[in-house]
């Protein structure tokens, strides 16, 4: 069993491989490449699956019976081993896989929902103009995202993360003839790009601060020995949570997130909601020993924050405040993503680390089915559109295995018992509440209040009232409804890992660093809190009485319209509709006005500098060639030639003039000459003869 | 008195001479400037007369013989038929001179200054005996041996140089 | 008798016939001009032939009034057919090979 843990590589290796066959040959398969990324993915998900059991198997060892990680090298990847005067300094990097149980879980889990989409894709995509692509990009996405959960260094969690990065925005331009689609992968990628500055700041100062490695374990290691220089490695975890803000949409770079609905619905499901926004998340849970030694967060003190925390709990509220005025319904679940993101974040910033993947793991089923269970509404119910208000309503008629599942997801999302997010959500207001970060358990309590509300607001509009759209409502082919009723039993299932005081989710994915960090700390893991747990149902059920009362049996009669009623509630309107007006301060303030001196300069050097020199040596070259044509070759050398010719002329010319035919001038001219040459010689001989 | 008959001799010879030198000198002068075509011929005939002389004080009477008999007789009565037959002015004519007249009289003053040197130079002093010559006899005899015992072939090849001239000129003149 | 004054009697005669080579246009003047240059030819081979003795002197003047004769007859041929031709015998005038 063993053997799983050390070639778990060969699960990133599959899709990778795949990517590479269907980008070559997927045109000429019979399924145009999707049989070879499912059968990819499938056989990645047999051995996660397989690797999970492996890892259950290892003995927990130890006073506090954690499983031994294993990491296992592959090749040397990095070598600048140097030889100093103490003998040879061996300094390599190895490219190894680091197998614990957070990345047994994130395997089943990337596996799990990646192939449900690929399968719900082959029904959604049929006939797009670029299904073999779709299919490579989604394969190239799942190696990626496997690469990082076992990356055992930085720089590998780098490769995956960047991988996925390039994956996210060529699935969300997927149809970027549109113009609306490639801005909006556009915007995903410099927005999560602005986080990746913190990225490499933080890897860097990790890799220094932690003796010049990239090991992760060695650097969590190093941070929780205390031995470091606190504020370099405050900075530094300052760096990371940059990246996590942008990679897992918090408050302020969530901005790429709704708009990254613009892609097609199972990539939205797959990368949007379940796997690659939670690489943020995931990232602070692997390097906890660094956030935790930096923002002292299993020790809060008397402040009881902590910027993890806040941006978490910052995050929840405001996105769930914006769900509500959503007319799309796949906004309505990017901006439940995004709040349930800053959920995992504050739990981890009040350390609750188990609760935070643990909230990860149901999520991940619960908000998949939610999107896929969108996408069936748009492909069967309302003619391939998301408004909800003007395209949909009543369909809980036409779809009702659509409906079961959502309203399942729902539930499970609000945190009802005994679904999913029951257990996960209470586990981190629990925790909240043990580790004394009181206050964001009740922002935890309040935004689960606000969870509910939307979502029921959101069903209401999409399967209850009137259907408001055209067209033939109809309930989805099997490829589609299947995985939505799978992944609905994942997510009633999935919370019993770690309920009824069972813990098995807690004790697979125990590891070293977290123990020993809570160990330092003295703190201890919490219990099931019922108060806390009857509070959140409560206020869940209550809010979904509410919004349902206001909507289907229309009550709160002076409520109704009240935006446009009253001033303040329709200032409040525009606020939340121009999205807290973040994204005009993003784009038309900072961008423009970074980029529009640097536009304008970079325009004048290449007009005036650049075209110059280039005219310039064209115009140069020009003048030099007309010079050289007609000073030289007209004027010196046919000059000289033509000189040369009318020379000749012009002294054949002039001899010409002796010729005159005249005997007597020729008898002249004889006899002159001969006069003279005696007359020479005479002389000479007179001289010469004294 | 033979000195005295030489010395007479002498004399008498200086005087012809000079008095032929000068009739030929002028008469030389007058044929290549003469305007009259035919007084031009006439003075070519004194010329040559005058040559006779010449030939005559040098003790070469044959030859002077031959030059009045070829020369006077032939040539000038060849010399004036050409004119009349060329239709030549009679009288005056104008312009029988041609425009390098000027050059051509510097050429021959040169030549005559050259050659004065020359000959000034070179036969200074000496003395044509022509007592000695004189004295030798009829001068026809020794030209006629001398002609057919030592230069018989020039003699032929003139007389067939004679021929081709003949032959030549008729062919030349003739009209067809 | 002084040679030289044979001599430069030639020579004078020479000069003149030059000139009148040179200077006249009418063809038959100028052929009395050769006339006089020969003739100081003439002079000269006499004077040399008595200077030395010998009669040498007088044949060669022999034969050159034989050529001139006949060079003469020759050349008043040529003049006859230019004046036919060309109806001048202006020396002139006979410049076909101008250029």
């Known amino acids: 069993m063993d053997w799983f843990l050390r070639n778990a590589w060969i699960i990133p290796a599959l899709p990778t491989a795949s990517f590479v066959i269907i980008l070559l040959f997927g045109k000429r398969c019979p399924y145009k490449g999707s049989e070879v990324g499912v059968a990819a993915v499938g056989v990645s998900f047999v051995l996660a699956i397989l690797t999970a059991i492996a890892w259950i198997r290892q003995p927990a060892v130890g006073d506090d019976k954690i499983r031994q990680f294993v990491e296992h090298n592959l090749f040397t990847w ?19 896989i680091h197998i614990d149980g957070l990345s047994v879980m994130l395997l089943f889990v990337v596996a799990f929902i990646s192939l449900m989409v690929h399968v719900y894709s082959l029904e959604y995509l049929r006939g797009d103009r670029r299904y073999t692509y779709f299919f490579a990009a989604l394969s190239l996405f799942t190696a990626s995202m496997f690469v990082m959960v076992t990356a055992a260094n930085t720089l590998q969690l780098l490769l995956g993360w960047e991988g996925m990065g390039v994956c996210s925005f060529m699935l969300i331009g997927h149809w970027w003839e549109d113009r609306p689609n490639s801005d909006a992968a556009l915007k995903a990628f410099f927005t999560t790009r602005t986080g990746d500055i913190g990225l490499l700041i933080g890897l860097t100062m990790t890799f220094f601060l932690a003796g010049e490695t990239f090991n992760i374990e060695k650097i969590n290691q190093a941070a929780l020995s205390g031995k470091l220089d606190h504020t370099l490695l405050v900075v530094a975890a300052i760096a990371l949570l940059a990246a996590v803000v942008g990679k897992s949409a918090q408050f302020p770079l969530h901005t790429w997130l709704p708009d990254a609905m613009a892609g097609p619905t199972p990539v939205s499901a797959l990368i949007h909601a379940a796997t690659m926004v939670v690489a943020g998340v995931y990232l602070i849970s692997r390097m906890y020993g660094v956030f935790s030694a930096a923002f002292h967060i299993l020790t809060p003190g008397h402040n009881g924050f902590n910027i993890v925390s806040i941006v978490g709990a910052a995050t929840i509220i405001i996105a769930a405040l914006l769900a509500f005025v959503q007319h799309d319904i796949k906004k309505v679940l990017a901006y439940s993503t995004v709040s349930q993101l800053g959920y995992m974040v504050m739990a981890l910033g009040v350390g609750a680390w188990t609760a935070a993947i643990f909230h990860l793991f149901t999520h991940a089923f619960f908000k998949a089915d939610l999107f896929l269970g969108a996408g069936s509404v748009s492909h069967g119910g309302s003619h391939h559109s998301f408004d909800m208000k003007k395209d949909m309503g009543g369909l809980r008629k036409h779809m009702p295995v659509t409906f079961m599942t959502f309203i399942v997801a729902s539930l499970a999302l609000a945190g009802i018992f005994p679904l999913a997010g029951f257990w996960s959500k209470d586990e981190i207001l629990a925790n909240a509440g043990h580790n004394g970060y009181l206050a964001f358990a009740i922002v935890g309590i309040v935004g689960a209040g606000l969870t509910a509300a939307y979502m029921s607001r959101c069903i209401w509009l999409t399967f209850f009232g009137q259907h408001r759209g055209h067209g033939h409502p109809h309930e989805s082919p099997k490829l589609i409804t299947v995985p939505l009723v799978i992944l609905t039993v994942m997510a009633v299932a999935a919370g019993w890992l770690n309920a009824f005081g069972l813990h098995y ?63 303040l509630a329709r200032g409040g309107y525009m606020l939340l509709d121009n999205r807290y007006y973040l994204d005009a301060l993003y784009t038309d303030g900072i961008v423009y006005g970074i980029k529009s001196p640097i536009a304008r300069a970079s325009y004048w050097f290449n007009q005036y500098v650049l075209d110059g020199v280039v005219n310039g ?74 | 008195m033979v000195l005295a008959l030489v010395h007479g001799l002498d004399v008498a010879q200086q005087v012809v001479f000079g008095v032929l030198a ?20 006439l003075y070519l005939t004194v010329v040559l007369a005058g040559g006779a002389g010449i030939y005559i004080l040098l003790a070469a009477e044959f030859v002077a013989t031959v030059q009045v008999l070829v020369y006077i007789g032939a040539v000038i009565v060849l010399m004036l038929f050409g004119l009349f037959l060329t239709r030549a002015p009679l009288g005056e004519a104008q312009d029988l001179d041609n425009n390098q007249r000027w050059l051509a009289a510097v050429i021959a003053l040169l030549l005559l200054g050259i050659l004065g040197v020359v000959l000034q130079r070179a036969f200074k002093g000496q003395h044509v005996a022509t007592s000695v010559i004189a004295d030798q006899g009829s001068n026809t005899a020794a030209i006629g041996l001398s002609i057919f015992h030592d230069f018989v072939i020039p003699f032929e090849v003139a007389s067939v140089l004679l021929l081709a001239a003949l032959v030549g000129a008729v062919v ?3 009209r067809d | 008798m002084q040679l030289n004054e044979f001599l430069f009697l030639a020579a004078f005669l020479f000069c003149t016939g030059v000139y009148g080579v040179l200077a006249r246009k009418n063809s038959v003047l100028v052929l009395m001009s050769v006339e006089l240059i020969l003739n100081s030819v003439n002079i000269n081979l006499l004077a040399f032939g008595a200077f030395n003795g010998t009669i040498t002197g007088q044949i060669f003047a022999l034969f050159v009034i034989a050529i001139a004769a006949a060079e003469v007859g020759v050349g008043l041929a040529i003049v006859l057919v230019i004046y036919r031709n060309r109806r001048s015998i202006d020396l002139d005038k006979v410049d076909l090979m101008k250029g």
Request: glycine share 8%; charged share 10%.
């Open chain 1, 617 to 690: 040596a064209a115009i140069g070259t020009r003048y030099l060639a007309a010079s050289v044509y007609r000073y030289i070759d007209q004027d010196l050398i046919d000059g000289t030639v033509n000189g040369l010719g009318s020379g000749a002329e012009e002294g054949g010319s002039l001899l010409r003039l002796f010729q005159t035919g005249r005997v007597q001038q020729y008898a002249a001219a004889f006899f002159l000459f001969g006069v003279i040459v005696i007359g020479v010689g005479l002389l000479a001989l007179t001289h010469a003869f004294g």
């Open chain 1, 505 to 567: 989710f807690q004790k697979w994915t125990e590891n070293s660093v977290v123990s020993s960090a809570m160990a330092a700390a003295h703190a201890t893991e919490a219990h099931f809190n019922w108060v806390l747990a009857v509070v959140s149902i409560g206020v869940a059920l209550v809010a979904i009485a509410v919004t349902f009362a206001f909507y289907e049996l229309h009550a709160f009669a002076p409520l109704h319209g009240l935006t446009s009623k009253v001033r």
């Open chain 1, 78 to 96: 990095f070598d600048w081993s140097t030889a100093s005067s103490s003998g040879p300094v061996a300094h390599t990097t190895q490219f190894a």
């Open chain 2, 22 to 41: 000068a009739a030929m000198c002028l008469s030389a002068l007058r044929v290549v400037t003469t305007k009259n075509l035919v007084h031009a011929a």
């Open chain 2, 172 to 174: 030349i003149a003739r």
